[in-house]
């Protein structure tokens, strides 16, 4: 992921690295037959990309053509191109009610599959997520995911300084969502929260307490890491310092 962000000289990268582990558990062990994913923050598209590829869906070589002209993989998940990509996503906040009709849709059909949306949670401080939240509650959707990447940044400051939401789980928990925080590069933390019976009626929300640039020391928790493109030497840097880690 760090490869094709540079390459094409991308920012996005911290989001995406924040999102990364969880995206890549629910992608590769989660999701089982019919299951579905939404990606409602829709430029971590680079870390969808990578587990289509790890997932053996595309060619690792094909991730090299991420964000140039005529690609397949432009910086937001296309639609009408993947059969697991349900739709374009990246107009934050359109996400949660897509996936809420998916839900019900496979509720009327009376299907067993599970949808998934990854949100970030900036995202909510969109009034569409709030009617989602009614909608999916109301119709009993215990069918619907939501997973937050909670790295506490977006795109001009913390969540607390534009727009300050706390606290979001409790705000959430109040509308009868059955709610749970873990820390969101645990992976058997995130698998137990997103797979334990559901203790409601309605949907489950997991709150993923992440790290905006995790993995790269000097983007990690720092609000740069949302725009600011790695130079070559940071680029060759990050990649001695993931692969020293292996």
Same mark, same amino acid.
């Given at each position: 992921m760090i490869k094709m962000h540079h390459a094409n000289h991308i920012g996005h990268l911290g989001g995406n690295l924040s999102v990364i582990d969880l995206?890549?558990?629910?992608?590769?062990d989660l999701m089982r037959g019919t299951d579905q994913l939404v990606l409602s923050k829709g430029h971590a598209a680079g870390a969808l990309y990578v587990c289509m590829a790890l997932a053996g869906e595309i060619d690792e070589a094909e991730l090299e053509s991420f964000h140039q002209n005529g690609t397949r993989l432009p910086g937001h998940p296309p639609a009408n191109t993947f059969e697991k990509i349900a739709f374009a996503t990246g107009s934050?906040?359109?996400g949660?009610?897509? &996936?809420?009709?998916? &839900?019900? &849709?496979?509720?009327?059909r009376g299907g067993d599959a599970t949808i998934f949306c990854v949100m970030g949670d900036g995202?909510? #401080?969109e009034g569409s997520n709030w009617e989602a939240i009614w909608f999916a509650q109301h119709h009993t959707l215990s069918n619907l995911t939501i997973v937050v990447d909670q790295n506490e940044l977006q795109g001009f400051g913390s969540i607390r300084d534009t727009s300050s939401m706390e606290d979001l789980l409790k705000r959430v928990r109040s509308h009868g969502i059955?709610?749970?925080?873990?820390?969101?590069?645990n992976l058997d933390a995130l698998r137990d929260a997103c797979s334990l019976p559901n203790k409601s009626d309605g949907p489950r929300a997991v709150f993923a307490r992440t790290l905006k640039g995790k993995g790269v020391p000097w983007f990690e928790g720092e609000m740069r890491s949302h725009y600011v493109p790695l130079t070559d030497d940071a680029a060759e840097k990050?990649?001695?310092?993931? #692969? &020293?880690?292996k």
């Open positions: 995206l890549c558990l629910i992608y590769l934050l906040g359109h949660l009610s897509l &996936a809420s009709g998916m &839900a019900l &849709a496979e509720k009327l995202e909510w #401080q059955d709610c749970s925080t873990v820390d969101g590069h990050a990649l001695s310092v993931l #692969q &020293a880690k």
